[in-house]
């Protein structure tokens, strides 16, 4: 449904639909970015991310992804860059914010995390293309927290696996809503001729 790897400007191929499906989203599409360097420049995160470099600034700036270093962006800033890219056309940034500090807690405290943030983009990047794949599936929050549920690993139970599969049913939700509030203004554009 979607051409683009979530979160960035990258194209969606069917060698990164093998690598997403995997689990590997982060670690195959991203981090080799980030290792030939060391970490990515502002202008190198804002070209795959199609974000402008002021906008990642005042993230940083609010305290909604942690403080960089040496005007390098680590793995950990650039996951958090990217879930919050994927959730801003559907929703508030104070509401994504808050639900990631629901999962993970304070930006710059990994102790209190339930799952990294990388681990967080490759989930959701999977279970994008699980629902994708998965035809004929009302798109109600029951059954994307079903289609969420089987994607998040065993080792997380309890309420830990009830709060990740919440966060991640509203991901999916607030991702596909973007993407059909994309395709409703793509063919508005083609009946107002603009």
Not at 85 to 92: E, I, S
Not at 112 to 133: A, E, N
């Amino acid at each position: 449904m979607n051409s683009h790897v979530p979160g960035t400007v990258l194209p969606l191929t069917d060698w990164a639909r093998d690598r997403i499906r995997q689990g590997q989203a982060f670690d195959a599409l991203i981090s080799p970015i980030l290792s030939a360097t060391g970490g990515v420049t502002l202008s190198q995160l804002a070209r795959f991310t199609g974000l402008e470099g002021s906008t990642i600034q005042n993230w940083i700036k609010r305290g909604w992804v942690a403080s960089n270093k040496n005007k390098k962006y680590t793995e950990k800033q650039v996951a958090r860059i990217l879930l919050i890219n994927v959730l801003r056309a559907a929703m508030k940034l104070e509401d994504i914010v808050s639900l990631m500090t629901y999962i993970n807690g304070e930006v710059e405290d990994e102790s209190d995390d339930i799952l990294h943030d990388k681990d967080l983009f490759d989930l959701l990047c999977s279970t994008v293309l699980k629902l994708d794949d998965t035809e004929g599936v009302r798109l109600d929050g029951e059954n994307v927290k079903k289609i969420s549920d089987s994607m998040i690993p065993e080792s997380f139970e309890g309420e830990v696996r009830v709060k990740l599969c919440s966060v991640l049913a509203i991901m999916l939700l607030a991702y596909r809503s973007a993407i059909l509030k994309n395709e409703a203004y793509r063919l508005y554009a083609e009946i107002d001729g603009k």
